[in-house]
């Protein structure tokens, strides 16, 4: 896949025009299709919102979708969504009561020199800033008990660019406010590592790292009782 020219100025990063108020979750994941709030839906093949309802007692917000994501259009659906919901349930936490999402909702990849493969990119503070008004208007709406960052760069997009994941891991924080000051009803926040982490271990260390992910689950798991 070729990228395309991207024309946006980064002073234009910004979601909020595209995040019908008072929408229900429907409404968002429809609205969110044609969000051209930063340059990365150029080349992305399609937004990729999240799977779960509005009813879920746990969010985990992970970075951005990778290649199976964005070709199948939902999230964690790839190696490391695996992992994850393994975990999620040997912690303890109801796979069908979570909801999951990104921080970012396109892809961002560089081409590789060749073939077709596409190399992810970690999104920066612009992007995370301009996708903010999604991730809000979300846990507005799903209001729930935990949120779980999911690496580095979901707690960078709720927490700040300081937050690091190696200090925070497996502490119970209190929910920050977003975007306006609002509040954003989440009850607590627990971050852990990405689970893409787990994978990219060597054989002889996947299993601690696996073990400190599920730990980490556990205390939001506490938090559900």
């Not at 990063?13 to 929408?23: F, R």
Request: hydrophobic share 40%.
């Amino acid at each position: 896949m070729a990228q395309r020219t991207q024309t946006r100025g980064p002073d234009s990063y910004d979601a909020t025009p595209y995040v019908p108020q008072g929408a229900d979750l429907q409404r968002l994941r429809e609205a969110a299709a044609g969000c051209q709030g930063c340059p990365l839906y150029e080349n992305a093949t399609q937004t990729v919102f999240s799977s779960g309802d509005a009813s879920a007692r746990v969010v985990l917000i992970g970075e951005q979708p990778g290649d199976q994501e964005d070709r199948k259009g939902q999230p964690f659906v790839g190696p490391a969504g695996g992992v994850l919901m393994r975990a999620v349930d040997e912690a303890g936490i109801d796979p069908a009561e979570t909801y999951v999402t990104n921080a970012v909702k396109h892809f961002k990849f560089e081409q590789a020199e060749r073939g077709k493969r596409r190399i992810h990119k970690p999104p920066g503070l612009r992007e995370l800033t301009a996708c903010k008004p999604w991730l809000a208007a979300e846990l507005r709406l799903i209001e729930p008990d935990v949120v779980i960052a999911l690496g580095a760069t979901a707690g960078k997009a709720l927490l700040g660019s300081s937050f690091r994941v190696t200090k925070k891991r497996g502490v119970v924080l209190p929910m920050p406010a977003l975007v306006d000051g609002g509040d954003m009803g989440g009850g607590a926040l627990v971050a852990t590592i990405h689970p893409s982490a787990v994978l990219r271990a060597d054989e002889a260390g996947r299993a601690e790292v696996y073990a400190g992910l599920v730990s980490d689950l556990k205390v939001a798991a506490r938090l559900l009782r």
